[in-house]
């Protein structure tokens, strides 16, 4: 699965917030439910198929480290596997 974040979406975002970060910003924005993005996965739900888990990726994760720590991060696209 690919998520495109966007400058938008790092604006909006709230660091250190699972639930409001720019990547779950990216995942609202794409039509996702309920997303929640953690070290480990990044989840949400997605209508007929309920609730999905992909692995957070080194990229992923270095990009949330970046905006959590309120460092510069770019729009980027970041290409996930699912868990389950």
Known sequence: MKIEVTQED???GVPE???QC????ALLRMG???PS???VEISFYDGPRGYVS???TIEART?????????RVQPC????SALY
């Open 32 to 34: 996702y439910e309920s």
């Open 37 to 39: 993005c953690t070290p």
């Open 17 to 19: 917030d699972h639930k």
């Open 22 to 25: 720019a990547i779950s910003q």
């Open 77 to 80: 696209t970041l290409d996930l």
């Open 54 to 56: 992909y692995r957070t």
């Open 10 to 12: 790092i604006r909006e």
């Open 63 to 71: 990009f949330m480290d970046r905006f959590d720590e309120g460092k």
